[in-house]
């Protein structure tokens, strides 16, 4: 594995671990209490990314996520992904197919529970929105390990 | 003009949506990465480009993409609470302030976040803007489009090289 690569591995799991810091803030400002003060500015700046509906939140104990159920799927599923680029199982994007099916999986649940043909479920929220964040991310990450690769090359 | 026009219709596309209430919630994680993908799509049919295209393309275009939807999403933004004199803010400033209330920081600290925020809502009730809000939904706006739309145009790229081939 050539130097910027391995940068780029590095500083997308650096950012992911911010990433999750930052969805997972009640937890953390548990640890920290002083750092409390920032939530409603977190609030406000994740509230751009997922409507953050109290009652399809993810809770662990007393706290909860930031991010719906389904979004928490989305980039635990890009998080699972980059580990399994980490361990070399990628080297090009999965068929297209593969998008489109896990996205009309993904956007079937959302149909059927704004329906009201069955209730919402976190477990499916967060499954289907695993399987689309796991592949959607290999269609961000490889093409730009290519771009990394075609601008700066292999040395670093 | 004709090489940034694909990102200017998709990312303007992509403003009106990010203001209308139902769309609002999956603007910036749903549909500015859609816009990337259609600025690429009409990259090709309108600019007359033969696939495959360049990665760095598709990330400049998810990039510019993502910063006119910024644009248009905070320009409408604003005009709407001009003219109506209230937005998401003042709405949920009850809510804001009892979850200031909850935190677990000195009662000074507190204060002064409840009263900026409040100075904020006062403002916008008032005159209808708030350059402090105004400058806070914008940085919120160009920073996760940009972030969104980056993501979008490398999707895409690939999508329409893989289609197209």
Redesign the interface.
């Known amino acids: 594995m050539s130097g910027s690569i391995l940068f780029l591995r590095l500083s997308c799991s650096f950012v992911l671990v911010l990433f999750f810091g930052l969805i997972m803030f009640p937890v953390v400002a548990s640890f920290l209490p002083e750092l409390g003060l920032f939530k409603p500015f977190i609030d406000n700046g994740i509230s751009n990314i997922c409507h953050q509906d109290s009652q399809k939140l993810i809770e662990f104990g007393q706290y909860s996520t930031m991010v719906c159920a389904r979004c928490f799927g989305i980039y635990l599923g890009g998080a699972a992904s980059l580990v399994l680029v980490f361990i070399s199982c990628f080297s090009d994007v999965p068929r297209l197919k593969l998008l489109a099916g896990t996205s009309f999986i993904l956007l079937s649940d959302v149909l059927l529970v704004n329906i009201g043909v069955y209730n919402y479920s976190k477990t499916f929220a967060f499954i289907t929105g695993f399987l689309l964040g796991s592949v959607g991310f290999l269609y961000f990450y490889i093409p730009l390990e290519k771009f990394i690769i075609e601008k700066i090359g292999n040395q670093f | 003009m004709k090489k940034i026009l694909p990102a200017l219709v998709a990312g303007f596309g992509a403003g009106v949506f990010s203001i209308i209430p139902i769309t609002k919630?999956l603007?910036?994680?749903f549909i500015v990465p859609l816009a990337a993908i259609a600025a690429i799509y009409l990259q090709v049919r309108v600019n007359g480009e033969i696939p495959p295209i360049a990665?760095?393309k598709?990330?400049v275009l998810g990039l510019l993409t993502g910063i006119f939807a910024a644009f248009f999403g905070t320009l409408f933004d604003v005009i709407i609470t001009m003219i109506t004199k209230t937005n998401d803010l003042v709405e949920g400033l009850p809510q804001?302030q009892q979850?200031?209330q909850d935190?677990?920081?000195s009662d000074e600290?507190?204060q002064q976040?409840i009263d900026m925020?409040g100075a904020m809502a006062d403002e916008i009730s008032e005159k209808g803007f708030s350059l402090l809000y105004t400058f806070?939904i914008g940085f919120?706006?160009f920073?996760?489009d940009a972030i969104?739309g980056f993501?979008g145009g490398?999707?895409g790229?690939?999508?329409i090289n893989?289609?197209m081939k």
Do not use: T
Request: glycine share 4%; with cysteine; net charge positive.
């Open positions: 919630a603007a910036c994680c990665i760095s598709g990330i804001m979850a200031f935190l677990p920081v600290l507190k976040a925020i806070s919120n706006n920073l996760f969104f993501i490398l999707i790229i690939q999508i893989k289609r």
